[in-house]
């Protein structure tokens, strides 16, 4: 197994079209991409662009139309544990409760249940679950769903973490108060994120690093790093958005997303 | 006996307003009486009408006994008796065996075929589901699937003797296309993205298929099941014409035979019952079984 600090992802000349009706649809252009270990990389963009079918090709499910995604070196060939995929629409399954959901990843890898019943309690807690953790997916909301979801895929540790827009369906406030969790996460953990949204506040929030892509097919225009505080001093939300810098980013992102032959 | 029942339902006392869900049960529990009166009056008419058509003497008791007949042949079927009235000979039920074990020689020979079906139905299916043996091996089940099981039971016969083998083959071989098919379908109908998800938590091929393809396929599978239940209902009634006793079909088709038209009726009615009852236990098998059936 490749070491954690090797992880590194590599998109490169990639392009991807979808076959419709016989016609070829192009979704992706050419994406040069490389994501450190440890980055937490946002992407933006209009919707239909391609942010999710270029998650989806690093997540393994389906294979570029050209050139070549790589993690830690290796060619993406399928699926792994070692990039956890928390998907637009949630996808639990009914046939286990909550919490069976959130454990599932431990127990096919084979950890105790000791371990894992610990390790489901800290993630439930975490996404504010664990009193529905006997329900059943489909008795929860839209919104608890998905963060069932998210502690599903944290509770499997995954080295790298591919989100597609998760925090779209939450309320603002369930919203801020996981972006927070995820930063603390993201600090303590070390973990690569690759995270789709379609606001550009939490883009430029969240991210250590904004991506913007243009409409279809995309293209990376804009490429910034998003660090508004010096390694490891906290500074409360409120404060960094109120600062120049994040304010000018912000602007930039939303002029790279409305004029779709911006230049990076 | 012709008056209707002008069924009466229960007046409620009105509830205070601050009692909701109660409220509701009531209300469904109303609901479920209305219902239950309205099967009872229905029966009762359909019962009425029979009995007043032989009553009348319209038809010929051969071709239609009166109610009355067909439940003393139902009590007779069921108890000792003398062979005939007058006589010493005590002999037990019909033609050596009670009604009811008549029945339950039938059910046993379908839990067998359809145990086995199941056993054998639900891996060929998923492993037709998912792997190029599907591909090959389908025609083979539609073309199994489209043959009347009558057609070859004459072939079982010689191959497996008149005994209660080849029956419990005929329903086998009934019971298993459709267990088989309703799998596939159903492993045909897993979310790509839950199989998705599952790999991106670390499942080996083997688990996609335990941990999701298979619980994702138990509706559709146990639609199958209910399906292939019911088929081989009707084929072991049929199985049972050559050697069939004890068994209710052959039990019928003998009483037939021999004109004993109340009794051939009884069996007619506890078949349907049977049936009936099969068919409303499996389906609340599929409530405790996949509770999520139609919400997710
Ligand atoms: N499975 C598919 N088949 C055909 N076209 C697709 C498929 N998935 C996505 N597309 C098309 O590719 C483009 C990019 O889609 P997507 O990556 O989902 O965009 P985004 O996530 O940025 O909204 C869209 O035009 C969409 O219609
Ligand atoms: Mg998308």
Redesign the pocket.
């Known amino acids: 197994m490749t070491d954690r600090h090797d992880r590194r992802v590599e998109f490169r000349g990639v392009r991807h079209h979808?076959?419709?009706g016989g016609a070829a649809?192009p979704?992706?252009d050419r994406i040069d991409l490389t994501i450190e270990p440890g980055e937490f990389v946002t992407l933006a963009?209009?919707?239909?662009?391609?942010?999710?079918?270029?998650?989806?090709l690093l997540a393994g499910f389906m294979t570029a139309s050209e050139g070549t995604v790589a993690v830690g070196g290796d060619a993406v060939r399928g699926p792994g544990e070692e990039r956890g995929v928390v998907f637009?629409q949630p996808t639990l399954y009914p046939w286990l409760s909550v919490r069976r959901n959130v454990e599932l990843g431990p127990k096919l890898r084979g950890v105790s249940a000791h371990d894992r019943a610990e390790t489901a309690s800290r993630y439930l807690e975490m996404v504010g679950l664990a009193d529905f953790e006997k329900h059943r997916p489909y008795e929860l909301s839209g919104g608890m769903q998905q963060r069932c979801q998210i502690a599903r895929v944290l509770a499997n540790e995954p080295d790298i973490v591919l989100m597609?827009?998760p925090f779209g369906a939450l309320d603002a406030l369930t919203r801020e108060r996981l972006q927070s969790e995820l930063l603390e996460i993201w600090r303590a953990t070390g973990r690569t994120i690759l995270f789709?949204t379609h606001s550009v506040d939490e883009a430029v929030f969240l991210g250590s690093r904004v991506l913007v892509?243009s409409p279809?097919?995309?293209r990376i225009v804009l490429d910034r790093p998003a660090v508004f505080s010096d390694g490891g001093v906290r500074v409360p939300a409120d404060e960094i958005r109120a600062l120049p810098e994040y304010v000018a980013l912000c602007d930039e992102v939303r002029g790279a997303i409305h004029a779709p032959t911006a230049v990076a | 006996m012709t008056q209707t029942v002008a069924a009466p339902a229960p007046e409620v006392a009105p509830s205070t307003p601050a009692a909701g869900p109660q409220d509701h049960r009531r209300e469904r529990r109303r609901h479920r009486l209305k219902l239950l009166a309205l099967h009872a009056s229905t029966l009762l008419l359909l019962l009425s009408a029979w009995w007043f058509v032989t009553a009348m003497e319209w038809v010929s008791p051969l071709y239609l006994p009166p109610p009355g007949d067909v439940w003393d042949a139902f009590v007779r079927a069921n108890t000792d008796h003398p062979v005939a009235a007058g006589s010493d000979r005590i002999v037990r039920g019909e033609q050596g065996y009670y009604l009811w074990e008549h029945l339950i020689a039938s059910l046993q020979r379908i839990a067998i075929g359809v145990g086995a079906a199941i056993v054998v139905g639900i891996p060929l299916g998923l492993v037709m589901g998912t792997t190029w043996l599907g591909v090959v091996l389908e025609p083979y089940l539609n073309f199994l699937r489209s043959l009347p099981p009558l057609a070859y039971i004459g072939l079982l016969i010689v191959w497996f003797g008149i005994g209660d083998t080849s029956k419990v083959w005929l329903l086998f071989l009934a019971a298993f296309p459709p267990i088989a098919m309703a799998t596939i379908s159903g492993v045909h109908g897993v979310r790509q993205d839950q199989v998705n998800a599952v790999r991106s938590l670390g499942a080996s091929r083997r688990q996609v298929l335990t941990a999701v393809v298979l619980p994702a396929s138990t509706p559709d599978i146990l639609t199958g099941i209910r399906v292939a239940t019911g088929f081989a209902w009707t084929t072991v009634v049929a199985a049972e014409i050559a050697n069939g006793i004890p068994g209710i079909g052959g039990l019928a088709y003998l009483a037939g035979n021999q004109l004993q038209t109340a009794l051939v009726i009884a069996c007619i009615v506890v078949i349907g019952i049977a049936a009936i009852l099969l068919d409303l236990g499996l389906k609340s098998l599929e409530k405790v079984l996949v509770p999520w059936r139609g919400k997710a």
């Open positions: 979808f076959t419709v649809v979704a992706l963009g209009p919707s239909g662009c391609g942010k999710t079918t270029l998650l989806r637009q597609d827009e789709i892509m279809r097919p995309g």
